[in-house]
């Protein structure tokens, strides 16, 4: 059964950064596309970021801070987040859906705050 698990997160001053990490296992890398999304306080899951076998794609208000990879070896992939501002705080999910069958796997959340 495939699964994603979740690390990083934290308490960040405005300003500062934060790499987020999500490990696949069960199936295999290169065979799912890969997302990470985030909620806030009292709204709905929204997608920040997210790549596939082409470019990758940012929402408006992370773009130039925000960074998405994977490491095909590793099975793992990451959100880099820089220039972190107050309104990046939520809870972030990684999300990986597999080619083919879009079957999701969603990672546990981890908290971001970014606050002084």
């Known amino acids: 059964q495939g699964r994603v698990v979740e690390s990083g997160g934290g308490l960040v001053e405005p300003g500062g950064s934060l790499r987020l990490s999500c490990a696949a296992s069960?199936?295999?890398?290169?065979?799912?596309?890969v997302s990470w999304y985030r909620q806030a306080p009292g709204k709905e899951r929204d997608l920040v970021a997210t790549?596939?076998?082409?470019?990758?794609f940012y929402i408006d208000s992370v773009k130039g801070r925000f960074t998405i990879s994977r490491d095909y070896a590793k099975n793992t992939f990451y959100l880099q987040m820089n220039s972190l501002k107050p309104e990046d705080t939520a809870v972030y999910y990684c999300?990986?859906?597999?080619?083919?069958?879009?079957?999701?796997?969603w990672g546990q959340g981890t908290q971001v705050t970014v606050s002084s």
């Open positions: 999300n990986a859906r597999l080619i083919g069958t879009g079957d999701d796997f």
């Open positions: 069960g199936f295999d890398s290169g065979y799912y596309d």
């Open positions: 790549i596939t076998r082409s470019d990758p």
